[in-house]
């Protein structure tokens, strides 16, 4: 079965991350896959590395007590729509990939000063 790749990319394009998150869970399902990290040398390089981090994720851990609040922090950050911000609230996870450590910190704080449990990673 022959497929176009340009159009099946740019379908994946106009898809929200919720309906990504969804769309991977379920090719995790159908096929019985899962993601694994590969193993990393030894702990003295690896603490180097961390060390040296540039680049972090924000990952929501929980939403706490005031999740109205925390809702219209995740929308100012992500730019989702309030379905899909409270999705985020309820299951938590990562919010932004690959931030800088300035803008990872200043995310973490607001999130946090609206109620949230937030991790750099």
């Given at each position: 079965?022959?497929?176009d790749k340009q159009a099946l990319i740019d379908q994946l394009g106009t898809l929200t991350i919720m309906?990504?998150?969804?769309?991977?869970?379920?090719?995790?399902?159908?096929?019985g896959v899962t993601a694994a990290v590969a193993a990393g040398p030894a702990a003295g390089p690896a603490a180097a590395?961390?060390?040296?981090?540039t680049d972090f994720d924000v990952v929501l851990v929980d939403a706490g007590a005031s999740k109205i609040n925390v809702i219209?922090?995740?929308?100012?950050?992500?730019g989702l729509?309030?379905?899909?911000?409270k999705d985020m609230s309820e299951k938590g996870g990562v919010l932004k990939e690959g931030v800088a450590k300035d803008e990872a910190e200043k995310m973490k704080a607001q999130?946090?000063?609206?109620?949230?449990?937030v991790e750099l990673k």
């Open positions: 079965m022959a497929y309906e990504l998150a969804d769309l991977i869970d379920g090719l995790k399902e159908t096929w590395a961390e060390e040296a981090k219209k922090e995740i929308r100012a950050i992500t729509g309030l379905k899909e911000a999130l946090e000063a609206a109620g949230a449990k």
